[in-house]
T-cell receptor, first 110, second 115 residues
Framework: QKEVEQNSGPLSVPEGAIASLNCTYS??????FFWYRQYSGKSPELIMS????GDKEDGRFTAQLNKASQYVSLLIRDSQPSDSATYLC??????????FGTGTRLTIIP | NAGVTQTPKFQVLKTGQSMTLQCAQDMNHNSMYWYRQDPGMGLRLIYY???????DKGEVPNGYNVSRLNKREFSLRLESAAPSQTSVYFC??????????????FGQGTRLTVV
């Protein structure tokens, strides 16, 4: 059974601070990882993908991957109220199923 | 480019009624998925179709059937709706399984209420 673990939150962060979202996964062979953002009442949308160990930055977002520890995180710098959403982690287990974590609900406090 | 289109957006059914949720993608993707999302439960996989002509059960298939009509279309049928099937349903597609790029594209969702 391939598993993905995320802290369900809610995670509350003051505006302008750094939000840190974490995800652990069960399959050491996973090669690519995806972070999705889902606003309330909307469908998930991709915000970051990461394929290699280390950091990948895109604007205010940084994804960090540690394959040895089976851990991937998403950092949001200078958090804005518009970042309030649920964030879903999705490791690519290389099988036919598409597996998502249960998501972390993030609230940015003005 | 419409991406993934789901119909309907909203539906209210009476217990025991049947209905089909439609999903179509115009990105030439091979693999398509149906999920349900309940509060606090994340996305739970109902059925999937890794390629045209194949369908397989996910983690919560009971009470549902699917049809991969062609490469573009993947429908989900509730034969006899139950209140426990009240949920938001999402269709998603990816280019193909077994590759590095499994970026998923989602439809806008169907909010289904069974009374």
């Amino acid at each position: 059974q391939k598993e993905v673990e995320q802290n369900s939150g809610p995670l509350s962060v003051p505006e302008g601070a750094i939000a840190s979202l974490n995800c652990t996964y069960s399959d050491r062979g996973s090669q690519s990882f995806f972070w999705y953002r889902q606003y309330s009442g909307k469908s998930p949308e991709l915000i970051m993908s990461i394929y290699s160990n280390g950091d990948k930055e895109d604007g205010r977002f940084t994804a960090q991957l540690n394959k040895a520890s089976q851990y991937v995180s998403l950092l949001i710098r200078d958090s804005q109220p518009s970042d309030s959403a649920t964030y879903l982690c999705a490791p690519n287990f290389g099988n036919e199923k598409l597996t998502f974590g249960t998501g972390t609900r993030l609230t940015i406090i003005p | 480019n419409a991406g993934v289109t789901q119909t309907p957006k909203f539906q209210v059914l009476k217990t025991g009624q049947s209905m089909t949720l439609q999903c179509a993608q115009d990105m030439n993707h091979n693999s398509m998925y149906w999920y349900r999302q309940d509060p606090g439960m994340g996305l739970r996989l109902i059925y999937y179709s890794a390629s045209e002509g194949t369908t397989d059960k996910g983690e919560v298939p009971n009470g549902y059937n699917v049809s991969r009509l062609n490469k573009r279309e993947f429908s989900l049928r509730l034969e006899s709706a139950a209140p426990s099937q009240t949920s938001v349903y999402f269709c998603a597609s990816i280019p193909r399984t077994g590759t590095m790029n499994t970026e998923a594209f989602f439809g806008q969702g169907t909010r289904l209420t069974v009374v």
